[in-house]
């Protein structure tokens, strides 16, 4: 038999997703099981590619909604879950009694094995630090700024190995070493620890970049990096330059998208009046009512701005 794990690609939360429910469907479902998995990116237009669904089983995990009937598994927490009005009445009438939604969980990962707990009778407890930090990591439970951009925990070193690495071979593996190694093991992985110095070298630059490219406008980080190719960075950066600011608001651009990410200090919580998800959904992104983002096809910079600024005369006070 064949099992089909879609997830949320160059994501600690999607991977971690991915790892526990290999675990949990080995140990509750099937144990005799081959399981595949392809990592899946936000951007303009269908994020499923045709011939994604071809295990005899599927799950998508911390990602969106699909009604292809093919679709076995779901388990997400994202606001923005249902694309259109009718995925979300699809999913309000199946009856499978294995597709699960809950935009208030932190984390993918927690929300999963919570719930394979209590339904099926997962023991969750062998894979309990990997659920802990996926559940910090994606709520941004960090104690301040300093813990989330210095990268001191092996936690937070992979976390930056998988943001940093499009290498879905290497990927592949980390999800299968999750399921039964701890942080710091897998930090060690020669494959891993090859791709750390350099990351953390790059992670260092990108604080000086951040530092010159970004500024502060009422209570929004404003930052333009369309100048240049990146897509990938530590999203706690702009609060540990500016711990004042309520919001971020980046403009970036890679060989796939040009993107716009917005979020909200998770060390100001009081401070943030809006539904940043609600605001992207509108231009066809989304996320959380704490963090969202917009992806466009890449020739779309010019367009990013407009939806930048037009973001920012909202939030700003």
Same mark, same amino acid.
């Given at each position: 038999?064949?099992?089909?794990?879609?997830?949320?690609?160059?994501?600690?939360?999607?991977?971690?997703?991915?790892?526990?429910?290999?675990?949990?469907?080995?140990?509750?479902?099937?144990?005799?099981?081959?399981?595949?998995?392809?990592?899946?990116?936000?951007?303009?237009?269908?994020?499923?590619?045709?011939?994604?669904?071809?295990?005899?089983?599927?799950?998508?995990?911390?990602?969106?909604?699909?009604?292809?009937?093919?679709?076995?598994?779901?388990?997400?927490?994202?606001?923005?879950?249902? &694309?259109?009005?009718?995925?979300?009445?699809?999913?309000?009438?199946?009856?499978?009694?294995?597709?699960?939604?809950?935009?208030?969980?932190?984390?993918?990962?927690?929300?999963?094995?919570?719930?394979?707990?209590?339904?099926?009778?997962?023991?969750?407890?062998?894979?309990?630090?990997?659920?802990?930090?996926?559940?910090?990591?994606?709520?941004?439970?960090?104690?301040?700024?300093?813990?989330?951009?210095?990268?001191?925990?092996?936690?937070?070193?992979?976390?930056?190995?998988?943001?940093?690495?499009?290498?879905?071979?290497?990927?592949?593996?980390?999800?299968?070493?999750?399921?039964?190694?701890?942080?710091?093991?897998?930090?060690?992985?020669?494959?891993?620890?090859?791709?750390?110095?350099?990351?953390?070298?790059?992670?260092?630059?990108?604080?000086?970049?951040?530092?010159?490219?970004?500024?502060?406008?009422?209570?929004?980080?404003?930052?333009?990096?369309?100048?240049?190719?990146?897509?990938?960075?530590?999203?706690?950066?702009?609060?540990?330059?500016? &711990?004042?600011?309520?919001?971020?608001?980046?403009?970036?651009?890679?060989?796939?998208?040009?993107?716009?990410?917005?979020?909200?200090?998770?060390?100001?919580?009081?401070?943030?009046?809006?539904?940043?998800?609600?605001?992207?959904?509108?231009?066809?992104?989304?996320?959380?009512?704490?963090?969202?983002?917009?992806?466009?096809?890449?020739?779309?910079?010019?367009?990013?701005?407009?939806?930048?600024?037009?973001?920012?005369?909202?939030?700003?006070?």
């Amino acid at each position: 038999m064949r099992l089909k794990v879609l997830y949320h690609d160059r994501c600690f939360d999607g991977l971690a997703s991915a790892a526990t429910f290999s675990r949990f469907y080995r140990e509750r479902q099937h144990a005799d099981v081959e399981v595949a998995y392809e990592g899946l990116a936000h951007r303009a237009g269908e994020v499923f590619r045709p011939g994604a669904f071809d295990g005899d089983e599927n799950a998508v995990v911390d990602f969106r909604y699909s009604p292809d009937p093919r679709l076995t598994w779901w388990f997400d927490h994202h606001e923005s879950a249902f &694309p259109t009005p009718g995925d979300r009445e699809r999913f309000a009438a199946d009856r499978s009694g294995k597709k699960f939604y809950d935009p208030k969980a932190r984390s993918c990962t927690k929300f999963l094995a919570d719930t394979a707990t209590r339904v099926f009778g997962f023991d969750q407890g062998p894979l309990a630090e990997l659920i802990a930090w996926a559940d910090l990591i994606d709520g941004a439970q960090f104690k301040d700024p300093r813990s989330a951009v210095e990268l001191r925990e092996p936690a937070l070193q992979l976390m930056t190995v998988i943001e940093g690495s499009a290498d879905a071979t290497f990927l592949h593996g980390v999800i299968a070493r999750m399921q039964r190694d701890s942080l710091a093991q897998l930090v060690a992985w020669p494959e891993a620890a090859a791709r750390l110095a350099p990351l953390l070298g790059a992670h260092r630059a990108n604080i000086e970049i951040f530092r010159r490219a970004s500024r502060l406008e009422r209570n929004v980080v404003r930052t333009d990096l369309s100048g240049q190719e990146m897509d990938s960075f530590n999203k706690f950066i702009p609060y540990y330059l500016f &711990p004042d600011a309520t919001y971020t608001l980046t403009i970036t651009r890679s060989k796939d998208r040009a993107k716009i990410s917005v979020g909200s200090n998770p060390w100001k919580p009081g401070s943030r009046r809006h539904d940043l998800a609600k605001i992207c959904e509108r231009y066809g992104g989304g996320g959380h009512p704490v963090v969202g983002a917009v992806s466009l096809p890449p020739g779309e910079v010019a367009r990013a701005h407009v939806i930048a600024d037009e973001m920012f005369a909202e939030i700003a006070d």
